[in-house]
């Protein structure tokens, strides 16, 4: 077992983890953030995003032991005190989701797209998003929330 000391939306966890287990699997079943979602498990549809450090990541692609000593923002993170962020917000006037399976790795993805580049064109507004699928809205909706923010 290995010891990881990480601090996970503000708060610490000090947890032993086998070597092999992924920062997906860590997030959800040992920390209990179930809003980081597992899709494919190999790096390719973005559901699982999170913040690692100030950079989004794919948890599926780490292991829970390589993240000692860092800070990681998920989801649930992103809102203070029940407050939802400008980003949620432009996402729930624009019904920039319908199942939702995908909305927290696209909020991680964009928040870090925004937090970047400050005010993105909808060319890299849809460059960002060419790696995060999402099989419900057609993609528009989402573009126009994130454009919104960005006021591009
Ligand atoms: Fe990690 Fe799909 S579950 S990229
Ligand atoms: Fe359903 Fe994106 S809203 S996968």
Known sequence: ?????VSVNGRRYREEVEPRLLLSDFIRHRLGLTGTHVGCEHGVCG???????GVAVR?????AAQVDDAEIVT???LAGAGELTALQQAFRRHHALQCGFCTPGILIAAE?????????????????????LCRCTGYTAIVDAIAEVAGT
């Open 1 to 5: 077992m290995i010891a990881v000391d």
């Open 47 to 53: 559901a699982c995003t999170v913040r690692l450090d």
């Open 59 to 63: 948890s599926c692609l780490l292991l």
């Open 75 to 77: 989801v649930e993170g």
């Open 112 to 132: 870090d797209l925004l937090a970047r580049e400050g005010a993105p064109t909808r060319d890299e507004i849809v460059d960002m998003l060419s790696g995060q």
